[in-house]
Structures are given as structure tokens and as C-alpha cells.
Nanobody, 125 residues
Framework: QVQLVESGGGSVQAGGSLRLSCAAS????????MGWFRQAPGKAREGVAA????????YYADSVKGRFTISRDNAKNTVYLQMNSLRPEDTAIYHC??????????????????WGQGTQVTVSS
């Protein structure tokens, strides 16, 4: 079983930055992926960014390319999401997710086996 705990959410003005963290505990396959998803009120959960365990392969939603950066520290079992140039439309609950075994990062929700409870990000104009 894998447990995921997110932190780092908060309220910022448009144009600001936040860094989210997701601490993972439990055992995963040596080839795994971690992802960030978000859900705004009244909307479906959507993929934001994903990263392979090797740290070199990443995947981003078009809406965040050039603004968000996903990274991971395997020694700390932690994945990060650096969010810059935030916009009001980025307001959502951000969830961390783990795909126990994967060879390439994806934003397909059904690929992920474990989910965190989420952290709120609010961007005001």
C-alpha cells in the first residue's frame, strides 16, 4: 500500500508562484510514475503533470506547459510541482497520484493506483 500526502497549497495573486510537495510512503515498483491532477469546483479531475521514476521523462498538460515544472527526489520519496505565473483558472484542489508500475508518464487518471487527499490552490485576480 502507498500513502501520499500533499502540502504547499495556499492563496496567491495572479502571476505568483507556489510549490507543491507530495510525500510518498510504502513500496512501489522501481519503474513507477507520479502525477499531479487538479479538480476545480463543478469540473472533472484533470491531469496536470507526470514524471517517471528516472526523473528524465515528464509530461505536461498544454494548459500548464512553460509555467509548471514537475520534479522528484527519490531519496526523499517526494515529488514536487513548481507553479509559476499562476492564473485564476489554476484554482483547484491539487492531488498527487502514484502509478505503481509504468514505463512512460501519462495523464490518464485510470493509470494511477494511489491518490492523495489533495491541497487547495487559490489564485485571485
Amino acid at each position: 500500500q502507498v500513502q501520499l500526502v500533499e502540502s504547499g497549497g495556499g492563496s496567491v495573486q495572479a502571476g505568483g508562484s507556489l510549490r507543491l510537495s507530495c510525500a510518498a510512503s510504502g513500496t512501489m515498483h522501481s519503474e513507477n510514475c507520479m502525477g499531479w491532477f487538479r479538480q476545480a469546483p463543478g469540473k472533472a479531475r484533470e491531469g496536470v503533470a507526470a514524471i517517471h521514476s528516472g526523473g528524465l521523462s515528464t509530461y505536461y498538460a498544454d494548459s500548464v506547459k512553460g509555467r509548471f515544472t514537475i520534479s522528484r527526489d527519490n531519496a526523499k520519496n517526494t515529488v514536487y510541482l513548481q507553479m509559476n505565473s499562476l492564473r485564476p483558472e489554476d484554482t483547484a484542489i491539487y492531488h498527487c497520484a502514484a502509478d505503481y508500475y509504468c514505463t512512460a508518464p501519462s495523464l490518464r487518471r485510470d493509470f494511477y493506483d494511489y491518490w492523495g487527499q489533495g491541497t487547495q490552490v487559490t489564485v485571485s485576480s
